[in-house]
């Protein structure tokens, strides 16, 4: 029956989402909810990155905040210790959080499943721990972003190049999903033995997704080190690999535009408790709980629900004319 509803193109989502930002940015006078807006955005970005690693290369990561945190890191030092810009500490610090992606990507090789899990959940661990010895008190006064004299710090204009980032993230990764490669990488997570048979070159496909994630959690790294305007080791515990893990499956595995929904939802669904303070984690839970009951294709699949009667309805139609 999905004929009789045309398919979504995949720059429909992004647009609908770049208009209510702007809405959102140029409608709002309250610097809280901003604030909360471009959390949202930034977790967000790397939420991407997990999706197209774990729901759609079926590749788990549980070391995602170890990316964030050396491009969060490599941020700070570079912009207060050696007086780079924040563009040219940015690029510095993606590359760099890219480059031991890739490195991970490589070292996993040949393991899968649970066995990688534990890998990249010892990766993070690691680097938690290295940021509480090395770097006990982290770095402070990272300066706001700018390019040249546009002073993009303002918390409006920054909300809003935070999720200029998100769309722009939003459209590559949709196009990718739909990409030769992005066949390879479905292949790569439903029957490697059948896709290396194919001809899919599996080590290379599954370095690159690494890559690919751990670029995006590079970026994201990167604007909270500005929007945060310190670093500590605290901010990149195992607790938000876990929540990033759960901004995906929440918003619905291999869904872009749903890994976008989970970040805003998790970042904001512990706020609307915020008035009941003892009742706050319970009410979140509750929350999570009834969702994943409710939604078990994720917050994505509330399109095809409403869609559905829809169809039902032009099906009907169709059928008595």
Not at 61 to 83: E, H, K, P
């Amino acid at each position: 029956m999905s004929r009789f509803l045309p398919k979504i193109p995949p720059w429909v989502s992004p647009v609908v989402i770049g208009l209510l930002v702007l809405l959102f940015a140029f409608t709002q006078d309250s610097f809280y909810r901003l604030q909360l807006g471009t959390l949202s955005g930034i977790y967000a970005v790397a939420a991407i990155g997990l999706t197209l690693l774990f729901g759609a290369a079926g590749q788990i990561s549980l070391g995602q905040a170890g990316l964030l945190g050396i491009a969060a890191f490599g941020t700070a030092y570079l912009t207060v210790d050696r007086g780079l810009g924040p563009v040219l500490s940015g690029v510095v610090s993606i590359a760099a959080a890219t480059v031991v992606g890739l490195l991970l990507g490589w070292s996993a090789l040949r393991i899968t499943g649970h066995y990688l899990a534990l890998v990249t959940l010892a990766f993070g661990l690691c680097f938690t721990e290295l940021g509480r010895t090395v770097l006990p008190e982290g770095w402070y006064g990272v300066p706001p972003l700018a390019i040249g004299s546009l002073d993009l710090g303002d918390p409006q204009r920054f909300f809003v190049v935070v999720w200029v980032f998100v769309v722009l993230t939003l459209v590559a990764s949709s196009l990718l999903v739909r990409s030769r490669f992005g066949r390879s990488i479905a292949a790569l997570r439903d029957d490697p033995v059948a896709a290396s048979a194919c001809g899919v070159n599996l080590a290379r496909t599954k370095v690159a997704v690494f890559g690919i994630a751990s670029a995006l959690a590079g970026v994201s790294g990167w604007l909270f080190a500005m929007y945060q305007g310190s670093v500590t080791e605290t901010s990149f515990s195992f607790t938000l690999s876990f929540n990033l893990l759960i901004m995906v499956v929440i918003g619905g595995l291999g869904s872009p535009t749903g890994a976008v929904a989970g970040a805003v939802f998790l970042v904001l669904a512990p706020e609307l408790g915020r008035s009941y303070e003892q009742y706050r984690l319970l009410s979140y839970g509750l929350i999570l709980i009834l969702v994943l009951a409710l939604l078990p294709g994720g917050l994505a699949s509330i399109g095809r629900l409403i869609a559905k009667p829809l169809r039902r309805r032009r099906a009907g139609v169709e059928e008595t004319a």
